[in-house]
């Protein structure tokens, strides 16, 4: 699973060929969490408020590589890496 992005101590990770919804998850510590990248919303997992905020935005500013990555990840292509949240 790549690494397509860090900040704050967060590890963005996408898998290759992953099942729908298009999505990708976050781990900050013990905390792993799966986000709908369309809707922008958790659909597995938990993370602190504080950490999933963080991410939320950063997945907002990204949404469209985000998308992106999922076509390439889907058609096991080398995944884009993405910006971190400043």
């Not at 080398?78 to 971190?84: F, K, Q, S």
Request: charged residues 20%; negative net charge; proline residues 7%.
């Amino acid at each position: 699973m790549p690494e397509i992005s860090r900040f704050f101590g967060i590890s963005i990770k996408m898998f290759f060929d992953d099942h729908n919804p298009p999505h990708f998850h976050a781990f900050y510590g013990e905390f792993k969490v799966a986000i709908d990248i369309t809707k922008l919303a958790i659909f597995s997992g938990s993370f602190p408020p504080r950490a999933l905020g963080l991410v939320i935005e950063w997945a907002t500013i990204h949404q469209k590589e985000l998308l992106a990555d999922w076509a390439l990840a889907e058609s096991q292509q080398a995944l884009e890496t993405i910006d971190p949240l400043q």
